[in-house]
């Protein structure tokens, strides 16, 4: 899996890295904080969120521009890391008003704009050489599994300022609380009975419940603060990768220089005619369609599926499901699983003797740790956000290995096809949610408060991870196509223009959060699902074209 690749693929894949467990700091708790310090509904979080995410997938088409035509990628990535870490920056500063959190999560929008698409853009370049054409769907699987790593710790950075924040005064979180408050102090009494009971299991029963309500308001929004921190702090990492091994991409960060009436591909000496270059725009464009749904469907993990955690999941566990929810007892298990893909691959003596220990002692540090978990303990609404990034890591050799199988026996599906399959599986991820969903009151029903019905986390777990399998038939394979059958000279542009298909769906994110709040819960899943099978049957049904334009 990571034999024969250029250095350069480390250097992108390890800033990438960096970049992403900032972004996904933040990711897992905008939302919680939006709602906390401003008590808006579902409604407005999820049209806030939703531009912002548009914003984040749409404005890498702006860079991609800047980057052929100006900049070149290699220069255009490092103004977007210095442009979103002063994003990052201006999110870390407690106290500040609406205005100034949105205008940074344009700063950070525009950063990501610059630095994302580019830096895919810089990978494909890599590839180009004909000694690694064959490794670019692998290039891009191992590129986006860095990104997942990322990805994974970032939910237990935004945890731990969480309780060490709120801890500083005596709190702990409850979900609960922020939605109780804010009506409290727009003058609702009805909630203060309520509200009085949640103080006294805070300690803070002899304050005054107004007092109460801003401190613990005020607690919370600085505890996301402090995440919003952990990210800058991620982001100077990620430049420090850029810059010091920038020697091993600088030969494929400059734009591609290529006269407008023709075009060389990427694998081979054959000249691409101005209609050629013409289907290959079309073939992209009907991708960037598809996807669309894909996005608008996934992201739905940092607003309706984090709702339905906070909402609808119980936030208190056993130890034996803790035990997957706390990285010191988690990540054994993890070391056991991967020891367990180095003994059944083909590596060396040296490495399977490494890939036993972790096999065999990860399991017991496991057990050591969860033997000192109390009977019940408790869970946040991001915590579920680990799952996916973890999944992608765990799972991304298997599908590797499988597609690689495949293709020693000229049966790999092409990637428009990896594509349409992925949409079916998505699919199946939200019939799981529908299905637990019956019986349940709807979000309107509950009046934004905590459903008196709260489901098991394995639910939860087991959408994360069908929607894993549906994110690496899609996803990775989506950008190497892209990367694949761009024209040369516009290849930070077409890169740019999936990043703003992504964006089209995000910005969709924001209209469903608005179903949220007016159908039953088990309608939301189910629209969901339909959109999902409705663009997995067209992207069958233009199957061939798309797969002529990679020839």
Known sequence: MFKGHPKGLYVASLANMGERFGFYTM?????????????????????????????VYFLPLLGGIVADRLLGYDRTVLVGILIMFSGYVLLFIPGTGLIVILFALFVIALGTGFFKGNLQAI????????????????????????????????????????????????????????????????????????????????????????????????????????????????????????????????????????????????????????????????????????????????????????????????????????TFFNLNSFLPLILAVIGLLILVSKSGRIMKIIGAVMLIGGPVVAYLVYRGFPSENGILPQDFQQFNPLFIVLLTPVVIAIFAALRAKGKEPSAPKKIGIGMVITALAFMILMIVSFGLKSPKQLDYQVSDILVSPYWLISTYFILTI??????????????????????????????????????????????????????????????????AAFIFSILKRLERATQ
């Open 470 to 535: 549906a994110e690496l038939f899609l996803s990775p394979m989506g950008i190497s196509f892209v990367s694949k059958v761009s024209p040369p000279q516009y290849k930070g542009l077409m890169q740019g223009g999936w990043l703003a298909a992504t964006s089209v769906g995000n910005l969709l994110v924001g209209i469903m959060g608005f179903f949220w709040a007016f159908v039953s819960l088990w309608a939301f899943w189910a629209i969901l699902l339909v959109c999902c099978l409705l663009s």
């Open 27 to 55: 990711y897992a708790i905008m939302v919680l904080y939006i709602q906390a310090k401003f008590g808006f509904d579902p409604k407005v979080t999820g049209w806030i969120w939703g531009g912002f995410l548009f914003a």
């Open 123 to 322: 990978v494909g370049n890599l590839y180009d050489d004909p000694k690694y054409s064959p490794l670019r769907d692998s290039a891009f699987n191992i590129f986006y599994m860095c990104i997942n790593i990322g990805a994974f710790f970032a939910p237990s950075a935004a945890r731990a300022m969480n309780n060490r924040i709120l801890g500083k005064v005596g709190f702990t979180y409850n979900q609960e609380i922020p939605a109780l408050a804010h009506k409290f102090l727009n003058g609702d009494l009805s909630v203060s009975e309520k509200l009085t009971q949640l103080a006294t299991g805070q300690g803070a029963g002899n304050m005054d419940l107004a007092a109460f309500c801003n401190q613990y308001i005020g607690s919370l929004s600085e505890s996301y603060n402090y995440g919003f921190g952990v990210a800058a702090i991620s982001i100077i990492l990620s430049m420090i990768i850029y810059l010091g091994f920038k020697r091993y991409i600088s030969h494929a960060g400059g734009s591609v220089k290529v006269p407008a009436k023709s075009a060389t591909t990427d694998n081979s000496q054959m000249t691409l005619t101005p209609q050629q270059v013409k289907n290959r725009i079309i073939a992209l464009l009907l991708v960037f369609f598809v996807v669309i749904f894909f996005w608008m469907s996934f992201h739905q993990n940092g607003l309706t599926m984090t709702f339905f955690a906070r909402d609808y999941t119980v936030s208190k566990v056993p130890a034996f499901t803790y």
